[in-house]
């Protein structure tokens, strides 16, 4: 067990000031990096050493004493190791005789008698670069069955490939009825099977409205031929599903895309297959042998048997997902000719489902692919924690090195957000959290990153920012559970204020189609409705306008520099600059009106302390007031529950 700080020693550091660390976040390999210890007081006896740790190699670096105002200052040079990688690192001092440690996770250190936690610092490749598209991005997630009908009749034409193929298939004829959530008539289990036509065509029809947003890249959850409507499943990665349309449509919609400034990134499910497909074909629905009819078929090698042909390896135990070996050739080869199929249908960006259970080879390889076919299609990854500090598969995962993956769905965003307006975080543990993020991955990567308050996965947002509770809950009793007035009234003040955080911060916002409209829903399959066409919140979908078409259109919340700060326990602010142009969105989560000052002083953590500054003068997007700075300190009130989103009108 770890020993409490020893209080009477005054040493310090912090990992997120330019003067204890310099420069800033994650380095680039043999890039020179500068740290310094602080000291209060000191016997004349007195070292201190910095230790290091870098791929089971450790090395100790003596310190150079300097004295300060108060105190002395102990500084360290190192160089970054030449291969990407995590080092680590905390101090040891040695006072008279007693050794002493310091360290820390990020920020603040503390002080221990022995065995310290330790900052780290993420070293990636320098040739690590992303699309420059990237930078101005505005991200839309549609889940194809649920987003829009084109044609009711021809929707139930293109069901009957299934039915003929003998699969449970329920057909929603009412678009706005609720989702299937219980075993069909006659069944023992429940099936993800009810579809409700949504389709490519549809996503065509919908491009103006999608325009309107702002939206520039549209990812789409899995299209290809599936017996699930969340597709998942697939049984053939060259196919379109037919209810969704045909290849044509697909070609059809990056183009119309293309025209109106927007970019298709597909789902990639190369983890596993659905057991109901061409590759595994258990129940011989397809011609030719799968793996599952012969161990002479040419996929066999794609499957782990343990006794062949029902005893298989399959994903978290469900035996209609049977698992591939990722690392088989025929297999890389096969899913890089998939890559290349779709990239010349339009197709250049992908998402990886569980980015976590493919190899690093199988990443790399597709990584590799991508960009000989499209340098500026981008690979995201689905990892749900520190992409840059993930271990899985028996080791740390290299997915901020470079060569890897653009970057990654941000669910720590997600839930650092989502816990500040519910009340499980305070504003200084936001920014702490959101500033550890910063700190921790390369800034290519950093602004890749696809910022998401939901997902298909997840809760709806404005159901979760409604206090919804439905720890333990089933299926059926999810489907029972009805919010009050007054919680979706209170939900709904705080998504303005989740997605003015969203649209302000670094990376690309990503809206979980028809959060902007105002939908509700539980976990699956109550977060994948349908889009409620007719009946949007228009108060949420005005306020989504607004900020999207102030994001396109600002460089400073794009690209800008950025700080991330807490006034207290309640208000969060976020502060953009690019050239003339500064951005400061301030969000209140409290139940009072409270008055603010922002100064440049509340700029000191990060790499972009001391380049920030406070404009003159202000107009907030919302209100249209003006706001005025003095002396280089900005007071605002901010209502209860309520948020600025303050634009520059003249210079410092």
Same mark, same amino acid.
């Given at each position: 067990?770890?020993?409490?700080?020893?209080?009477?020693?005054?040493?310090?550091?912090?990992?997120?000031?330019?003067?204890?660390?310099?420069?800033?976040?994650?380095?680039?390999?043999?890039?020179?990096?500068?740290?310094? #210890?602080?000291?209060?007081? @000191?016997?004349?006896?007195? &070292?201190?050493?910095?230790?290091?740790?870098?791929?089971?190699?450790?090395?100790?670096?003596?310190?150079?004493?300097?004295?300060?105002?108060?105190?002395?200052?102990? #500084?360290?040079?190192?160089?970054?190791?030449?291969?990407?990688?995590?080092?680590?690192?905390?101090?040891?001092?040695?006072?008279?005789?007693?050794?002493?440690?310091?360290?820390?996770?990020?920020?603040?250190?503390?002080?221990?008698?022995?065995?310290?936690?330790?900052?780290?610092?993420?070293?990636?490749?320098?040739?690590?670069?992303?699309?420059?598209?990237?930078?101005?991005?505005?991200?839309?997630?549609?889940?194809?069955?649920?987003?829009?009908?084109?044609?009711?009749?021809?929707?139930?034409?293109?069901?009957?490939?299934?039915?003929?193929?003998?699969?449970?298939?329920?057909?929603?004829?009412?678009?706005?009825? *609720?989702?299937?959530?219980?075993?069909?008539?006659?069944?023992?289990?429940?099936?993800?099977?009810?579809?409700?036509?949504?389709?490519?065509?549809?996503?065509?029809?919908?491009?103006?409205?999608?325009?309107?947003?702002?939206?520039?890249?549209?990812?789409?959850?899995?299209?290809?031929?599936?017996?699930?409507?969340?597709?998942? %499943?697939?049984?053939?990665?060259?196919?379109?599903?037919?209810?969704?349309?045909?290849?044509?449509?697909?070609?059809?919609?990056? &183009?119309?895309?293309?025209?109106?400034?927007?970019?298709?990134?597909?789902?990639?499910?190369?983890?596993?297959?659905?057991?109901?497909?061409?590759?595994?074909?258990?129940?011989?629905?397809? =011609?030719?042998?799968?793996?599952?009819?012969?161990?002479?078929?040419?996929?066999?090698?794609?499957?782990? !048997?343990?006794?062949?042909?029902?005893?298989?390896?399959?994903?978290?135990?469900?035996?209609?997902? *049977?698992?591939?070996?990722?690392?088989?050739?025929?297999?890389?080869?096969?899913?890089?000719?998939?890559?290349?199929?779709?990239?010349?249908?339009?197709?250049?960006?992908?998402?990886?489902?569980?980015?976590?259970?493919?190899?690093?080879?199988?990443?790399?390889?597709?990584?590799?692919?991508?960009?000989?076919?499209?340098?500026?299609?981008?690979?995201?990854?689905?990892?749900?924690?520190?992409?840059?500090?993930?271990?899985?598969?028996?080791?740390?995962?290299?997915?901020?090195?470079?060569?890897?993956?653009?970057?990654?769905?941000?669910?720590? !965003?997600?839930?650092?957000?989502?816990?500040?307006?519910?009340?499980?975080? %305070?504003?200084?543990?936001?920014?702490?959290?959101?500033?550890?993020?910063?700190?921790?991955?390369?800034?290519?990567?950093? !602004?890749?990153?696809? %910022?998401?308050? =939901?997902?298909?996965?997840?809760?709806?947002?404005?159901?979760?920012?409604?206090?919804?509770?439905?720890?333990?809950?089933?299926?059926?009793?999810?489907?029972?559970?009805?919010?009050?007035?007054?919680?979706?009234?209170?939900?709904?003040?705080?998504?303005?204020?989740?997605? #003015?955080?969203? !649209?302000?911060?670094?990376?690309?916002?990503?809206?979980?189609?028809?959060?902007?409209?105002?939908?509700?829903?539980?976990?699956? *399959?109550?977060? @994948?409705?349908?889009?409620?066409?007719?009946?949007?919140?228009?108060?949420?979908?005005?306020?989504?306008?607004?900020?999207?078409?102030?994001?396109?259109?600002?460089?400073?919340?794009?690209?800008?520099?950025?700080?991330?700060?807490?006034?207290?326990?309640?208000?969060?602010?976020?502060?953009?600059?690019?050239?003339?142009?500064?951005?400061?969105?301030?969000?209140?989560?409290?139940?009072?009106?409270?008055?603010?000052?922002?100064?440049?002083?509340?700029?000191?953590?990060?790499?972009?302390?001391?380049?920030?500054?406070?404009?003159?003068?202000?107009?907030?997007?919302?209100?249209?007031?003006?706001?005025?700075?003095?002396?280089?300190?900005?007071?605002?009130?901010?209502?209860?529950?309520?948020?600025?989103?303050?634009?520059?009108?003249?210079?410092?």
């Amino acid at each position: 067990m770890r020993k409490a700080p020893v209080l009477r020693y005054d040493i310090s550091h912090h990992s997120r000031l330019l003067s204890d660390r310099f420069p800033q976040g994650a380095l680039k390999c043999g890039q020179k990096a500068e740290l310094a #210890l602080h000291v209060a007081k @000191r016997s004349n006896n007195f &070292e201190a050493f910095l230790r290091t740790w870098f791929n089971g190699r450790t090395h100790t670096i003596s310190g150079r004493l300097y004295p300060e105002e108060n105190g002395s200052r102990v #500084l360290f040079s190192l160089e970054m190791p030449d291969e990407p990688g995590l080092l680590w690192y905390s101090f040891l001092v040695n006072d008279n005789g007693r050794n002493i440690c310091c360290g820390g996770i990020s920020g603040e250190s503390g002080i221990f008698e022995c065995d310290p936690p330790a900052f780290r610092i993420t070293v990636y490749d320098a040739a690590m670069t992303v699309p420059d598209w990237v930078y101005d991005a505005i991200a839309y997630q549609i889940f194809p069955d649920r987003f829009f009908r084109s044609n009711a009749e021809d929707f139930i034409n293109r069901a009957a490939h299934h039915k003929a193929m003998g699969r449970s298939v329920y057909l929603h004829e009412n678009w706005n009825e *609720p989702v299937l959530y219980e075993p069909l008539p006659g069944s023992k289990f429940y099936e993800p099977c009810d579809f409700f036509g949504g389709d490519l065509e549809g996503i065509i029809q919908k491009l103006p409205y999608l325009q309107s947003l702002g939206i520039s890249l549209l990812y789409l959850n899995p299209v290809f031929e599936s017996p699930s409507n969340h597709r998942y %499943n697939t049984s053939d990665y060259l196919k379109i599903d037919p209810i969704l349309g045909g290849e044509g449509d697909l070609k059809k919609l990056s &183009e119309k895309a293309s025209e109106s400034g927007m970019r298709l990134m597909l789902d990639g499910v190369f983890s596993h297959t659905g057991d109901d497909s061409v590759y595994f074909n258990r129940y011989g629905r397809y =011609g030719g042998e799968g793996a599952y009819r012969s161990v002479r078929s040419e996929y066999y090698p794609w499957y782990d !048997f343990k006794n062949w042909p029902d005893d298989y390896r399959c994903w978290w135990g469900f035996k209609t997902l *049977p698992e591939v070996n990722e690392t088989e050739p025929s297999y890389i080869e096969f899913i890089e000719y998939v890559l290349t199929y779709w990239a010349e249908r339009g197709v250049t960006s992908w998402r990886l489902d569980v980015a976590d259970e493919l190899p690093d080879d199988f990443l790399k390889a597709l990584y590799k692919k991508l960009k000989s076919l499209d340098p500026d299609g981008l690979l995201i990854g689905e990892v749900w924690e520190d992409a840059s500090d993930k271990f899985s598969m028996g080791h740390r995962r290299p997915y901020t090195d470079g060569g890897v993956l653009d970057s990654v769905t941000n669910y720590p !965003f997600r839930s650092a957000v989502l816990d500040f307006l519910t009340g499980g975080l %305070n504003a200084f543990g936001l920014s702490d959290a959101l500033h550890s993020l910063r700190e921790a991955y390369p800034k290519p990567f950093y !602004f890749s990153l696809l %910022n998401i308050l =939901g997902s298909h996965d997840t809760e709806r947002a404005l159901s979760v920012l409604s206090g919804a509770k439905i720890d333990g809950l089933n299926r059926k009793q999810q489907a029972c559970l009805k919010l009050t007035e007054e919680q979706v009234s209170l939900g709904k003040k705080r998504l303005k204020l989740a997605s #003015l955080i969203q !649209f302000a911060s670094p990376g690309i916002p990503c809206v979980y189609y028809s959060d902007e409209a105002g939908a509700l829903g539980f976990c699956d *399959p109550f977060n @994948r409705g349908t889009y409620p066409w007719g009946m949007e919140d228009e108060d949420i979908l005005a306020h989504y306008r607004l900020i999207a078409c102030k994001r396109r259109e600002s460089n400073a919340l794009k690209r800008g520099l950025c700080a991330f700060g807490a006034k207290s326990g309640d208000v969060f602010f976020i502060a953009r600059e690019f050239g003339n142009e500064s951005v400061i969105a301030a969000v209140n989560r409290g139940e009072t009106e409270i008055k603010i000052h922002i100064s440049v002083d509340d700029f000191f953590e990060g790499e972009d302390a001391g380049k920030l500054h406070v404009f003159k003068a202000y107009r907030d997007i919302f209100s249209g007031k003006r706001v005025l700075s003095k002396n280089g300190r900005l007071s605002a009130v901010l209502a209860p529950l309520s948020g600025m989103l303050l634009e520059s009108t003249e210079c410092v």
